[in-house]
């Protein structure tokens, strides 16, 4: 009864948070913010899909650690999928703050230069970084064709990857020059001139996309079951 009403409660918020989050956010009223202009309407979508990265990573870390405890490949499956939501909204989390440094910061340049799309920013560096070990958390798991050694290995690597995230790409910013709001000064998530009229969207957008997330999470531990079943049958 709990699962299901789990259930019900993660497809609901998906559908209805990340609806609201796209047509209000997009279309509501809001309080200008400094330069940003319209753009300041990106903080509702390119935040909450690192916060949801967040979210997946940590759970990939608690189930790499069920997995390497139990020696279950259904934990280290589950451990998986998480990590590829999380990747995903990383990826999605780098291509829309490079949209958003395009018109901000790189609004002067010409397409053709490089540094009007990245401008190796602490923190979008970090976020670079992270991503790229995760994907070498793939490739490890692809390059080892014993499921009990894959499963020791991309466990380990996968608790120190998760570890590693959050330096790389919340403390470590927060201590360098940035521009990112805030850069050294601590980042703050909302600066004194963003109004507390973004708060309506935006926390509702994190919950939206954290059920997003936890849905698709959840579709693909079905898939990686149906494998691990035929693998089983196969034997």
């Not at 999380?86 to 790189?106: A, E, H, K, Q, Y």
């Not at 340049?109 to 994907?135: E, H, I």
């Not at 470590?172 to 000064?185: C, N, V």
């Not at 703050?188 to 309506?200: A, E, H, I, N, T």
Request: net charge positive; proline share 5%; glycine share 8%.
């Amino acid at each position: 009864m709990l699962y299901k009403t789990y259930k019900v409660v993660v497809r609901l918020g998906a559908a209805g948070l990340t609806l609201y989050a796209l047509l209000y956010g997009l279309t509501c009223t809001l309080p200008r913010v400094g330069d940003l202009e319209q753009t300041s309407r990106n903080l509702f979508y390119h935040v909450p899909m690192w916060f949801t990265m967040y979210l997946m990573m940590a759970l990939s870390f608690y189930w790499s650690v069920r997995a390497l405890k139990s020696q279950d490949f259904a934990c280290d499956a589950r451990a998986k999928d998480a990590a590829e939501v999380g990747v995903l909204f990383g990826i999605l989390g780098l291509l829309t703050g490079i949209v958003w440094s395009r018109v901000t910061w790189g609004q002067l340049m010409r397409d053709s230069n490089p540094a009007a799309w990245w401008s190796w920013d602490p923190k979008q560096t970090g976020a670079l970084v992270a991503v790229m070990m995760f994907a070498a958390y793939f490739v490890l798991r692809g390059s080892v064709p014993e499921p009990g050694k894959r499963l020791r290995l991309s466990g380990v690597y996968n608790i120190f990857a998760v570890v590693a995230l959050f330096p790389l790409t919340f403390v470590i910013p927060r201590m360098l020059d940035s521009l990112h709001p805030g850069g050294d000064e601590g980042n703050p998530l909302f600066p004194k001139d963003v109004s507390s009229d973004y708060r309506m969207v935006f926390y509702p957008s994190i919950a939206g996309f954290f059920c997003l997330a936890l849905w698709v999470w959840e579709l693909r531990y079905r898939t990686s079951l149906l494998r691990l079943r035929v693998r089983e049958n196969a034997r």
